[in-house]
């Protein structure tokens, strides 16, 4: 396991104060998805899981943090497990809905479109890079390019909604963000398929 990530993650968990409402795509889209199992990619301490629980899915709550996954433990529908999303084994054709959201690994994205059945909902929001942004990850592979998402997708999705978009954060910092809403379309694809 990554063992830094997992310490950072714990540490940030227990140290800082995360956001418990669930941001607006999904609260706007999670509906979309016709059956009830889904997966929620680096979870956090589960405000998307919690909310998806309430709406009558069975969650799978994935994240490196032993400090987040305990928290999610005891709760119905939410079923937590700590994993490192870097040797990560997705399971084939389950999941209704996968969510993901200020998590960028550009690997899990041919492993994503596999874990989803035909016809099921991928929500993905995180931050892009641009010079003007005040506040996101400094690390530039965790920030999307702009237009990334239609270019990585497209071809394996019916891509419902994407937008790239500016946002203030609570302090009035701003940067650039992106969102999709994209349904997996019918017949399977390959690891080579995918980076064509």
């Known amino acids: 396991m990554a063992r830094e990530d997992k310490e950072r993650w714990d540490e ?4 800082n104060p995360i956001p418990n409402e669930p941001i607006k795509l999904i609260t706007q889209y999670a509906k979309l998805a016709t059956g009830n199992r889904a997966l929620d990619i680096a979870c ?4 998307h899981s919690k909310y ?6 069975e969650v799978d709550a994935w994240d490196i943090s032993s400090v987040a996954i305990n928290s999610l433990k005891n709760l119905e529908h939410i079923h937590p497990k700590e994993v490192d999303l870097d040797t990560a084994e997705f399971p084939e054709e389950t999941y209704d809905l ?3 959201t200020y998590f960028l690994k550009r690997t899990l994205f041919p492993k994503i479109t596999r ?7 991928f929500l993905y929001e995180t931050f892009v890079y641009h010079p003007d942004n005040e506040r996101v ?3 530039k592979s965790f920030l999307l390019e702009e237009g990334e998402l239609e270019a990585a997708f497209d071809h394996e999705y019916d891509i419902m909604h994407l937008r790239e978009y500016w946002n203030l ?3 009035g910092k701003k940067s650039l963000k ?3 809403v994209a349904k997996k379309k019918s017949g399977s694809m390959s690891d080579e398929d995918f980076w064509a």
Not at 115 to 121: N, Q
């Open 12 to 15: 940030k968990y227990l140290n």
């Open 44 to 47: 956090g301490m589960g405000r």
């Open 52 to 57: 998806l629980a309430s709406l009558g899915f």
């Open 98 to 100: 996968v969510i993901c």
């Open 115 to 121: 874990a989803l059945k035909p016809g099921g909902i």
């Open 137 to 139: 990850p400094t690390n």
């Open 169 to 171: 954060d609570i302090n």
């Open 178 to 180: 992106a969102e999709m």
